[in-house]
């Protein structure tokens, strides 16, 4: 932990001890590899990475509430790979707010444009009042955890993969709850090895382009599609 940059979030900016991030007004950016503590409030902000191609960044999420207005509370606009670790015990939010203009296409309350993986033993509420949950352009991988996701637009959304080793969700989702697409048919699949799911949605409960499959797993879905 002595390794960690250690940012504390303080309403509308943040106080950062340690390397490799910054803080200008709301906005904390993150450019290099490394391991982050995050924790504390922002009410109008987000955290955005901006780092090499080939850094790996871990965020620890140790008690956060963040909203954004503008943009996804949590932006990952270049990195090789994102980690989002939940601390043991902690209870985390992430939101925007209704008819929040997303930058860069970013619709969603957490949005990476390369591989996220979401880990830990903590909880996650996510409410995206405009667009979706949490959205990957890449992989979107997750490990644990307890989830309570709802959305105007989808819950869980990738481009490559969206593959979940276990954790707890529960999901209100306006379109699809769990979604994958790809052109390319080698990817677009969904696969679940074990899990906790809750689903309560407009259209379906899982969409994949390519395969859905589960080895495990309870599930209680309602639909509207």
Do not use: P, W
């Not at 991030?21 to 109008?44: C, F, M």
């Not at 790979?81 to 619709?107: H, M, P, Q, R, Y």
């Not at 969700?169 to 677009?188: M, P, Q, R, V, Y």
């Amino acid at each position: 932990e002595s390794e960690c940059t250690v940012i504390t979030l303080t309403g509308n900016s943040a106080s950062i001890k340690g390397k490799g991030a910054s803080v200008k007004g709301s906005v904390i950016t993150i450019s290099s590899e490394g391991d982050y503590i995050i924790s504390g409030k922002l009410d109008s902000g987000c955290i955005t990475i901006d780092a090499d191609k080939s850094d790996k960044i871990r965020l620890i999420l140790r008690g956060v509430n963040i909203t954004s207005s503008t943009c996804a509370a949590i932006n990952v606009i270049q990195a090789d790979k994102v980690f989002i670790t939940l601390d043991k015990s902690s209870e985390n939010t992430i939101s925007n707010v209704s008819g929040a203009n997303a930058e860069d296409d970013a619709d969603a309350a957490i949005f990476s444009k390369d591989d996220l993986t979401i880990n830990g033993q903590g909880k996650l509420t996510v409410t995206a009042n405009t667009g979706h949950g949490i959205v990957s352009k890449d992989d979107l991988v997750i490990t644990g955890g307890s989830y309570s996701i709802t959305s105007e637009k989808k819950a869980l959304d990738a481009n490559d993969s969206l593959r979940i080793a276990g954790g707890s969700f529960t999901i209100d989702s306006g379109t699809d709850a769990l979604h994958c697409e790809n052109k390319d048919t080698a990817k677009g699949y969904i696969y679940i090895v074990d899990g906790s799911f809750s689903i309560t949605t407009g259209t379906d409960g899982m969409d994949a382009s390519g395969i859905i499959q589960i080895d495990n797993g309870s599930f209680t879905i309602a639909t509207g599609g």
